[in-house]
């Protein structure tokens, strides 16, 4: 949307609020932005809001009721011989703004003379006693007092709180116009930390941003402070020293809407321990209120929970306490260390104590200075609240502390290493090691040699090597699904037989509910569909390109390849959201866990794409959507971004819990403990953030927080799970003969077969519990708290899940209750938690550990994969045996062959081969059906 529209669209938002016949005033005021954030030249005022301009003196009249058009809006401008800059004639202001009627300024009296008398109510931003945050008060006054005095019998309105209100409430327009700043901010911000080092100044690192927008129209402003001089002196900044803390505030505004971000960086690349704690105490108070701010919540409430977790966080620091605190107060050391954590945006800052709306923006910048100890950090950036939470618009800008300093290592490569030049008109914001030198005068910078650039840009970019292998072990995998014989069940449920036609003609299980019916699979319709549907119809669009024999398996090979690239996607998504999603991350997170899809090797014991079909279909992709069921979540709760959950998830997510409620008894029991977990996640976390006194008032409190939306979504996939469980105690197949305690006893039987039988899953559980250890004794960041909570939750939950397998009922297939299939929960859950707390390792372990960490990680994914070798002709008697059968000219043909038919072993008895020979004639293997035996 242009600026021209924009501005538009804002004059009909506020003319949609006015009372009939009215006439509202705007002139321009000074918006200056709030502490602790970059002084922004033109950041936008009221007047540029409803009009697109930056003059100084201008004035707005709006009268939409008036019968002229052309007297509906009227522009007033200063005239040319008054201004400063370069003048702005009438049609100039005409072209910019969209308005048609322009006037200069000294004629607004004679104007509004001829339009007075037709209006009733009068809305003026000066008169009222509230100018609005920064307003030019006099014109405004001036104004407001010529108008009571000749027209004393008008009904008087306030402009500014109603402005102050729409402004607040961002449209899409506008919030596209912030996300385009925020990106333009992201970009200049990784750009700043290419450049910091030792011996540059403030003026090299500005240049850097120069060159980074130099063909934009941005407006933008950075301040620089080292972290060892106190951030509340207005001063400018002392040169600062080798280790110390670099405090970098940007500002970048399109079209005059504004993003701060901030970051505390090391100057020499590494944070030393005590700056790494009290960055960490920053980043979770940042986290804390970016979590807590929502729309609803006023400015006070969301600054009152922030001063609450500086003020925990000051504690842990060990700068007071308890006795101390409760001595002296929370507001000494809040003025002590700190300054105030939350900034409204210009119009949200007349808030006060009142909700904001969805839209609002707020600068979430908490910092803690310790003066005595020449530390200070602070972090900022922009949030849109919502009705859910809030967005955060610098998401993209890395905030971890081992994010950034991976990134200066990074990028110092690809930065000459110069030392700077004489600047007296700047000092250096940080100094070089002393050396010694041969002359007084500073050597002149020297230009990288190309190839060492060329070297640093190919080497940031050698992570898509890592594209090779995978992709390599992906065309393996195909290869082998290619060659697995058909499974046993998959005839009956593809034909399909007479019960199982039931399953497919009552998709809801209406007839187990209200008829009390039993049969097949009450609560799978979505699966038996799937794959009847699947191959009823892939293998004969196949047959345009492969003879009907093969299509058969390429139609099965395809459709378990596609199920494990999603789930191996899917995965390496979460465990890459988990740090700040990017392809390095994420082929990272893919390599790593690949080797862990076994379909030869160890798949009987950890198998996650099934060697069946059918049983590929009934669970690997029922848990692959369920993974796209919790995405939203994740990204909203667990992630550095906090992601706001957007309005398409909340159409779809509710269909989705349908068809995963309606996938068979293993989906909706999973789904029901991760949806009842998040909901406890989310009341113990808005219980620990109330002070409310009280156990109770406290514990409603923390539910009527909760998000109502995602309250709804996760109570509606529970409602759903337990009608799919009820329904599902109708089905035929369950066995009732072995008791709850012998199913119990098989269980624990079972567990000691699956960890003792093979290797493979006990290694694994080995690998993620030594992965967790080393990060619980070494790292305490804000990251590895989040692995280690993860791994906690999904530990216990795994637990859980397995003690309530038996209840599910028994099934002779699976004689000892787990099976690769029963615990696939639990493998996805420690692959995901492998894979976090291997690329945490990869990326904070010492230099001296690091190596052998490799090695090790080498060494397991090595014995993964080596293990995976299937035979490539498994296939091919089955193959064979269907040839022989179809060019036959027998009516019962008989098979030297010692191997199965789509069936679950060798068929002795012609008359079994009924649905066989059924399926073989609809695929067109054969012109019509032939029994056989072995």
Not at 115 to 133: I, K, R, T
Request: hydrophobic share 45%; aromatic share 10%.
């Amino acid at each position: 949307m242009s600026l021209i529209d924009l501005v538009a669209q804002n004059r009909q938002r506020l003319t949609a609020q006015l009372l009939p016949d009215s006439i509202a005033v705007c002139f321009a005021d000074n918006t200056l932005p709030g502490p602790g954030t970059p002084a922004l030249p033109g950041q936008p005022d009221a007047l540029y809001w409803l009009t697109g301009l930056t003059q100084p003196s201008a004035c707005l009249l709006l009268f939409p009721q008036h019968p002229e058009p052309r007297q509906r809006e009227i522009l007033f401008i200063e005239r040319a011989a008054a201004w400063r800059t370069a003048p702005l004639s009438a049609a100039d202001a005409a072209a910019r703004s969209g308005i048609g009627t322009v006037h200069w300024l000294d004629e607004l009296e004679n104007v509004f003379a001829g339009l007075a008398p037709a209006a009733q109510h009068l809305y003026l931003s000066g008169g009222e006693g509230f100018g609005g945050a920064g307003a030019s008060l006099p014109a405004a006054e001036q104004f407001a007092r010529w108008c009571r005095w000749q027209y004393p019998r008008h009904d008087y309105q306030p402009l500014a709180p109603l402005l102050n209100t729409l402004r607040a409430a961002k449209t899409s327009a506008e919030l596209e116009q912030l996300r385009r700043a925020a990106q333009f901010a992201t970009a200049g911000f990784h750009r700043l930390l290419g450049a910091v080092q030792p011996g540059l100044t403030a003026r090299q690192l500005e240049a850097e941003l120069a060159h980074e927008y130099a063909r934009t129209s941005l407006a933008w402003t950075l301040s620089l402070q080292p972290a060892a001089a106190d951030a509340r002196r207005a001063a400018p900044p002392q040169a600062g020293r080798a280790g110390d803390l670099l405090q970098v505030h940007l500002a970048v505004a399109d079209e005059l809407y504004p993003v701060f971000v901030t970051r505390t960086v090391p100057v020499d690349g590494q944070y030393s321990p005590r700056q790494r704690a009290v960055y960490d105490a920053v980043l979770r108070v940042s986290r804390g209120v970016g979590s807590y701010a929502r729309a609803g919540l006023s400015p006070h409430d969301i600054q009152q929970h922030g001063d609450a977790l500086l003020l925990s966080e000051l504690q842990g620091l060990g700068l007071f306490t308890p006795e101390e605190l409760q001595r002296y107060g929370p507001a000494y050391y809040l003025q002590q260390y700190t300054r105030p954590a939350v900034e409204p945006d210009g119009s949200a800052q007349a808030f006060g104590r009142e909700p904001l709306p969805a839209g609002a923006t707020l600068t979430v910048a908490p910092s803690i200075h310790l003066a005595a100890e020449g530390l200070s950090a602070c972090i900022g950036n922009t949030l849109v609240l919502t009705a859910n939470g809030a967005e955060e618009l610098t998401a993209g800008v890395p905030v971890e502390a081992d994010e950034i300093e991976a990134l200066l290592e990074q990028e110092s490569a690809a930065v000459p290493r110069a030392a700077a030049e004489s600047a007296p008109a700047i000092a250096p914001l940080v100094r070089a090691p002393r050396t010694a030198r041969s002359a007084p005068a500073a050597p002149a910078p020297t230009a990288a040699p190309a190839s060492n650039t060329l070297r640093s840009k190919l080497w940031r970019h050698a992570y898509w090597l890592l594209l090779l292998p995978l992709l390599l072990d992906l065309g393996y995998s195909y290869v082998q699904h290619l060659n697995v014989p058909h499974d046993g069940d998959m005839v009956a449920l593809v034909l399909p037989r007479i019960w199982i036609q039931q399953v497919l003609d009552e998709p809801f299980g209406l007839r187990a509910l209200l008829k009390g019916e039993s049969y097949v699979g009450p609560n799978r319709y979505f699966a038996h569909e799937t794959l009847y549907l699947y191959m009823h119809n892939v293998p004969l669009a196949l047959q345009a390109f492969v003879d009907p024999i093969y299509s058969t398996y390429m139609a099965s090979a395809i459709a378990k390849i596609i199920i494990q690239i999603a789930l191996l996607s899917l995965l390496a998504y979460y465990i890459s959201e988990q740090f700040a999603f990017n392809p390095k991350y994420f082929l990272l997170a893919a390599i790593l866990i690949t080797p862990l899809f076994q379909t030869a090797g160890y798949h009987d014991q950890m198998g996650i794409i099934d060697r069946a079909l059918t049983y590929t279909i009934f669970y690997a992709l029922p848990l692959t959507l369920l993974l796209v069921y919790f995405i939203p979540f994740y990204r909203n709760l667990f992630t550095p971004a906090a992601t706001p959950i957007s309005r398409a998830w909340h159409i779809v997510l509710p269909v989705l819990a349908v068809v995963l409620a309606l996938n068979g008894p293993l989906t909706p029991a999973v789904a029901g403990m991760m949806c009842g977990s998040l909901l406890l996640y989310l009341w113990w976390r808005n219980f620990q953030a109330q002070s409310l006194p009280g156990f109770v008032p406290r514990a409603v409190q923390a539910v009527k927080l909760i998000p109502r939306a995602v309250l709804w979504q996760l109570g509606w996939f529970i409602l759903c799970g337990m009608y799919s469980l009820y329904i599902g105690t109708y089905n035929i197949e369950n066995i009732a003969t072995v008791t709850l305690g012998e199913r119990y006893s098989k269980l624990y039987e079972g567990m000691w077969i699956e960890l003792g039988r093979q290797p493979a899953f006990p290694l694994l559980v080995l690998a993620v519990l030594i992965n967790t250890r080393i990060i619980r004794r070494n790292f305490n960041t804000v990251t590895s708290a989040r692995i280690l909570t993860a791994a906690r939750w999904l530990l216990i939950l795994s637990a859980i899940y397995i003690l309530l397998l038996p209840l599910g009922g028994y099934r002779s297939a699976r004689p000892y209750i787990v099976r690769r299939d029963s615990v696939m929960p639990v493998t996805l859950a420690l692959v995901y938690l492998f894979g976090t707390s291997s690329i945490y390792l990869l990326y904070h372990l010492k230099r001296l550990y690091k190596p052998v960490y490799i090695t090790a990680l080498i060494g397991l994914m090595a014995f993964y994969s080596t293990s995976d070798i299937s035979n490539l002709k498994e296939n091919n008697c089955e193959v064979d045996s269907m040839r022989i059968i179809a060019n036959s000219p027998e009516k019962i043909v008989h098979l030297e062959q010692d191997c199965s038919i789509m069936n679950w072993g060798t068929i002795t008895d012609y008359k079994n081969s009924e649905e066989q020979s059924k399926m073989m004639k609809y695929w067109r293997i054969m012109k019509e059906e032939k029994l056989f035996y072995h």
